[in-house]
């Protein structure tokens, strides 16, 4: 996919706070970009804008898929709508601005040593409390089998492991982040034997990715995270965020049994829970994240 210089200019407008019309960006890119929740539709009667909840998220994303836009300077360029592929060659150093993939592999994260392998190099995942570790030969990535694969969706949760222990069993995780997107994380865990459990939104979308990107390739491993305190949370979940969704999942129905007390639940209260809701800071001394939004 390419991306033309108002494609670009909108992007802009969408990463410094700005709303677009439904029609403003490229099918095919606005629905991935739904897909993963960087964009979000805002419905008023018959009248359909989108905004971005997270502008780092969405310029981590677009920085990553397009080659064009690696060193754009998304403060201060604004391209002239008569911009031609010569001009973005100039730009990109690449006259076929394609999307392109310059660091394959996926973050990982644990609060305890993990013992690991590369190859024939051995060494231990032990990341210092904020700090990550980015796994780029993911084809040659080991660790023990009897190690639980914790996926994480939100980049926020996944920073904040260490104030989750709660919800995690007692035993070797290693953590793994969905982001950057890619099919390179799924395609680790279809070649080790250990056990997937999925971390994400407690609402229709996030079971759906559950179900479509990781169930679906592994489902005699694979499994979803529900705390036992999730209803009670649901009733006090977000309205919007299920009325949102509703259109898009309400034929929707899991293929995956265990997920149907959730799924019940989500339709009984007519609510979705954010997984940031499960991050405990336990002092006005702990280091409290920025804001996503």
């Not at 502008?55 to 360029?77: A, I, K």
């Not at 969905?178 to 056990?195: G, H, V």
Request: with cysteine.
């Amino acid at each position: 996919m390419s991306l033309s210089a108002k494609q670009i200019n909108n992007l802009i407008s969408l990463l410094q706070g700005e709303s677009l019309a439904w029609s403003a960006l490229n099918p095919k890119l606005r629905q991935t970009l739904i897909e993963e929740e960087l964009i979000v539709i805002n419905s008023q009667r018959s009248h359909k804008t989108l905004y971005t909840p997270s502008p780092d998220g969405l310029r981590m994303f677009l920085e990553q898929h397009f080659e064009e836009l690696r060193s754009f300077d998304w403060d201060n360029e604004v391209l002239p709508l008569s911009e031609t592929r010569a001009d973005l060659a100039a730009m990109s150093g690449n006259s076929k601005t394609k999307e392109i993939r310059s660091c394959p592999g996926f973050m990982v994260n644990s609060y305890t040593p993990i013992p690991a392998q590369i190859g024939n190099n051995k060494f231990t995942i032990s990341p210092e409390d904020g700090t990550l570790l980015f796994i780029s030969d993911w084809e040659h990535f080991s660790i023990p089998s009897n190690v639980l694969v914790i996926g994480i969706e939100n980049m926020e949760n996944f920073r904040y492991v260490r104030k989750q222990k709660n919800l995690f069993p007692d035993k070797s995780i290693l953590f793994v982040s969905r982001y950057p997107q890619s099919k390179d994380l799924i395609n680790w865990l279809k070649q080790i034997p250990n056990q997937y459990l999925h971390f994400g939104d407690f609402d229709l979308a996030g079971m759906h990715i559950y179900e479509t990107e990781f169930y679906k390739l592994i489902p005699e491993r694979a499994s979803f995270l529900v705390p036992d305190d999730i209803e009670k949370r649901l009733q006090n979940g977000s309205l919007e965020r299920y009325n949102n969704q509703y259109k898009k999942f309400k034929n929707y129905i899991p293929t995956d049994n265990r997920l149907l007390p959730l799924y019940n639940l989500i339709h009984k209260y007519h609510r979705c829970y954010d997984q940031e809701g499960y991050i405990v800071f336990n002092s006005v001394f702990d280091d409290k994240p920025e804001s996503l939004d």
